[in-house]
């Protein structure tokens, strides 16, 4: 449901002084729940959320446990002096209990509160404990921005256990207060069903908190909407997600490991249902159902879009799953279809919003990094995940992004970056034209963080087609082995922080102990 509110009523109806995000957690007693157990009376079952955030829109979410009414109010004050009360959203098991809200015309830069609670359909006497979150809506001038991103939650059996505080990353970057965060995707791991108890490297026992919708993979909509609902078990997430507007993208393991459209998993006894584009579908339903997100009027379900936050930053969010050819050998020297992997329209869709931008920085939020090679068949080595395929000349699906970087350069398109997570390590990338076989492109940067909460992996080959130039990186050593618990500490997230006076461009990458492990800063360029 879309709501739409005049900025000048909102403005007018709602206190005028602005609070901040960190001054809502230093009233953590005002903000945490207290939920009702009576049995007339619906529950907040996780947390409530942000996300989709701009200059004048947000999106946001509750669940309750049953079918009932999702009343929100809006303000600009943690106290809801003269709030704004938006009209109800009725939730239903056709949508797990769900509501999504999606609130227009907000005034920019604005620290906004919402509360949500949900009522008994028959008489709204009953009602659950609200719940309070907040976000901050992007600025229609030059301000200070910090944002965060990483990937990869709650992957390769390393669910919550709560013994060792749960999802901890979450935590360190809620403590940074930034104005949002991006989810590079591999939101879930439905392909990862969590035992009750793993053996760590070191001998020692991890414990899950197990569900019914986790033990297996997931299949059915109401298993995929379930691994939604596990990572919100954890207090750090809800926190975290009650705090912090969030942009999510998709990868892999929202569906399972390594999908294209088309596949058939006939090789894989754990699924009854082999079509992997059924899967998709039922997965891409409850992404939309289970987080924030906005739909899009022309195309239902799509994922990929682009965010203006302000005259400093630009925000293109990709989608290098749903339009990709199958998985193979990569290495077909010319253009064909089974070359594609972002697609013929979403190519044209980035280079026009490109070539359109007039914000400073355009940051590329991919979900795959561009110069990993990341294997599809690992034990062999024959096919190829990502779009990377060795060292050499462009082939296969890297001929999508040498017409990206040519035409960026021909375009005189300034001050990208790009982002991205997906190999459980972190990174920092210079890609080098001087060191590249092909060298049509402007130099540009690639930060890779993750993972949020999963095994720890890498590091992955690096292929120099475009030239990238390793500048950092920080994985596990030999000796320790690859899939590490969260609980041996390489957990990564990155911090950007744009200056509002020079606007130059820093990058932080970090820890969950929230070690500063590298850093450079960027200097814009302006013609």
């Known amino acids: 449901m879309s709501f739409r509110l005049s900025r000048r009523k909102f403005l007018t109806t709602t206190a005028s002084v602005t609070a901040t995000a960190g001054a809502a ?34 999106c946001i979410w509750g669940r309750a446990d049953r079918a009932s009414r999702m009343i929100t109010e809006i303000a600009t004050t943690e106290n809801f002096s003269r709030s704004v009360r938006i009209p109800h959203v009725d939730v239903l098991p056709e949508r797990d209990f769900a509501g999504k809200l999606a609130l227009n015309d907000l ?47 709650a992957g390769q059996g390393w669910g919550i256990d709560e013994d060792r505080g749960g999802m901890k990353t979450y935590a360190t970057i809620t403590k940074h207060n930034p104005d949002f965060f991006i989810h590079s995707g591999d939101t879930i791991y439905a392909d990862g069903p969590f035992a009750e108890q793993a053996k760590m490297p070191d001998g020692d026992i991890w414990k899950n908190i197990t569900t019914e919708d986790t033990g297996k993979v997931a299949e059915t909509l109401a298993e995929f909407r379930g691994n939604y609902k596990y990572n919100m078990l954890d207090k750090n997430v809800r926190e975290f997600n009650r705090l912090i507007p969030v942009y999510y993208q998709w990868d892999d393991h929202e569906v399972t490991n390594n999908w294209y459209p088309g596949e058939m998993l006939t090789g894989d006894d754990r699924y009854s249902e082999k079509s992997v584009s059924l899967l998709a579908a039922r997965a891409n339903r409850a992404f939309r159902e289970m987080l924030p997100i906005t739909e899009h ?27 990709r050819a199958a998985n193979d050998a990569n290495n077909s020297p010319e253009p064909n279809d089974k070359t594609t992997f972002l697609g013929r329209e979403q190519i044209e869709w980035l280079k026009r919003s490109l070539l359109n931008s007039k914000a400073t920085w355009k940051v590329i939020a991919a979900d795959m990094p561009i110069g990993m090679i990341v294997y599809d068949d690992w034990k062999n080595k024959s096919t190829f995940e990502n779009l990377a395929n060795g060292d050499g000349a462009p082939a296969g699906r890297e001929l999508e992004i040498v017409e990206l970087l040519r035409f960026i350069k021909s375009a005189r398109i300034l001050n990208t970056v790009w982002l991205t997570a997906d190999v459980h390590y972190t990174a920092a990338h210079y890609y080098d034209p001087n060191k590249a ?32 130039q390793v500048m950092y990186t920080k994985h ?24 509002a006076e020079n606007e130059q461009f820093r990058v932080s990458l970090r820890d969950v102990a929230d070690e500063e492990l590298y850093t450079v800063t960027l200097d814009p360029v302006y013609s």
């Open 25 to 58: 957690s230093a009233m953590g007693g005002f903000f945490m729940p207290s939920i009702s157990r009576a049995a007339d009376r619906p529950m907040i079952t996780h947390g409530v959320q942000s996300g989709d955030v701009t200059a004048n829109s947000a």
């Open 107 to 153: 005034p920019a830069g604005q620290d906004v509160f919402y509360k949500i609670h949900f009522e008994n359909l028959d008489d709204g006497r009953a009602s659950s404990e609200p719940v309070i979150g907040h976000f901050r809506t992007a600025p229609a001038a030059k301000r200070n921005i910090r944002f965060g991103w990483s990937g990869d939650t």
């Open 297 to 323: 009027a022309s195309e239902p379900g799509r994922v990929y879009r682009k965010v203006s936050y302000g005259p400093s930053l630009e925000i293109f969010f990709l989608d290098m799953r749903t339009y």
């Open 437 to 468: 076989r092909f060298q049509d492109f402007d130099p540009f940067w690639e930060f890779v963080s993750g993972p949020l909460h999963a095994g720890t992996f890498g590091p992955n080959d690096m292929d120099n087609t475009f030239g990238p």
């Open 476 to 499: 596990p050593t030999e000796e320790q082995g690859v899939n590490l618990p969260p609980s041996f500490g390489l957990q990564f997230f990155g911090l950007v922080d744009i200056d």
